[in-house]
């Protein structure tokens, strides 16, 4: 289930613009990929969702898309695969 707290967190977080926990949050996202929808350069960003026990970021993101953010996407798998988060 990925409605965890630190889920509920990190979209608090991006919602409000920061501040976040990891510097590389709110970074370009590129989607190398394509698994997203395409769009111009700069229109993903990427932030963590904190894995407890892990000793670096993790592999759950949020990706959102525009500028203030009005999609949102979730991966559990760094990428692999993403999930769309209906508001």
Do not use: C, M, W
């Not at 630190?6 to 990891?22: K, M, V």
């Not at 590389?24 to 989607?31: A, E, L, P």
């Not at 993790?58 to 695969?81: E, K, L, M, N």
Request: charge should be positive; aromatic fraction near 14%.
């Amino acid at each position: 289930e990925i409605y965890t707290a630190f889920y509920t967190l990190s979209l608090a977080l991006i919602r409000q613009g920061g501040p976040f926990p990891h510097r590389r949050d709110g970074i370009t996202f590129q989607n190398r990929e394509g698994r997203l929808p395409e769009a111009q350069r700069g229109f993903y960003r990427e932030y963590t969702v904190t894995t407890p026990g892990s000793r670096d970021r993790g592999a759950r993101r949020i990706v959102t898309g525009g500028r203030p953010p009005s999609v949102f996407y979730y991966s559990d798998d760094h990428y692999r695969s993403f999930r769309r988060i209906q508001d």
